[in-house]
């Protein structure tokens, strides 16, 4: 079986622009959740969807934003790209939205 | 608020030899506590992981980690180190609706 996919794998944006992050999940996982990981910095908590509904967000401004489809794909948007969201975005999926998550290989975000 | 502490940025062993790295957390209640790897270029993988009873918890690739509560630990250990172990290590913690917090992290360097 394949295991959580993102796309693309690498990215190189501008200041200013805005990106739009995929990931696909484990077949019959139902909830996604979105990790950034910033440099020598663990993973820190963005969203979590569970069934098309937004189950909970970490502290990042609203520039940030997500959506799940009804397929359980997920988008992650973020605009006004500033210099700091360079980072590495982890997309992670469960079951049913416990503890039990499974991790993509990530986006790699360049912001210049 | 919920924190983890790593407190071992980079940590280097000889192969066969043993390993112990170390995590504290801070947290109102006993949190469901975790340890994932993270080799370059890869997602995250769960090693083990701690919900409640047994505090010695067995993992995948020969891992171990032991929940002291007294200590606020979940440190994680391997007896023999195979050169394939060198890679980012991540403790975790979560509980009920609240999303994981993660370590910065422990670098693991192995030497011949």
């Known amino acids: 079986d394949a295991g959580v996919t993102q796309s693309p794998t690498h990215l190189i944006k501008t200041r200013g622009q805005h990106v739009t992050l995929r990931c696909s999940p484990i077949?019959?996982?139902?909830?996604v959740s979105w990790y950034q990981q910033v440099l020598g910095q663990g993973p820190q908590f963005i969203f979590q969807?569970?069934?098309?509904?937004?189950?909970g967000r970490g502290n990042f401004p609203d520039r940030f934003s997500a959506r799940q489809f009804p397929n359980y794909s997920s988008e992650l948007n973020v605009n006004a790209l500033l210099l700091g969201d360079s980072a590495l975005y982890l997309c992670?999926?469960?079951?049913?939205?416990?503890?039990?998550?499974?991790f993509g290989p990530g986006t790699r975000l360049t912001v210049t | 608020a919920q924190s983890v502490t790593q407190p071992d940025i980079h940590i280097t062993v000889s192969e066969g030899a043993s390993l112990e790295l170390r995590c504290n957390y801070s947290?109102?209640?006993?949190?469901?506590l975790f340890w994932y790897v993270q080799s370059p270029g890869q997602g995250l993988q769960l090693l083990l992981k701690?919900?409640?009873?047994?505090?010695l918890v067995q993992g995948i690739k020969g891992f171990e980690a032991e929940f002291k509560r007294s200590q606020s630990s979940f440190n994680l250990r391997k007896p023999s180190v195979h050169w394939s172990d060198a890679a980012e290590y991540f403790c975790?913690?979560?509980?009920?609706?609240?999303?994981?917090?993660f370590g910065k992290g422990t670098r693991l360097s192995v030497i011949a």
């Open positions: 992670a999926s469960s079951l049913d939205g416990d503890y039990e998550q499974y």
């Open positions: 701690y919900f409640s009873g047994d505090t």
């Open positions: 975790a913690v979560g509980r009920g609706n609240t999303p994981l917090v």
């Open positions: 969807y569970y069934e098309k509904e937004e189950r």
């Open positions: 077949s019959g996982h139902k909830s």
């Open positions: 947290y109102g209640a006993t949190p469901y």
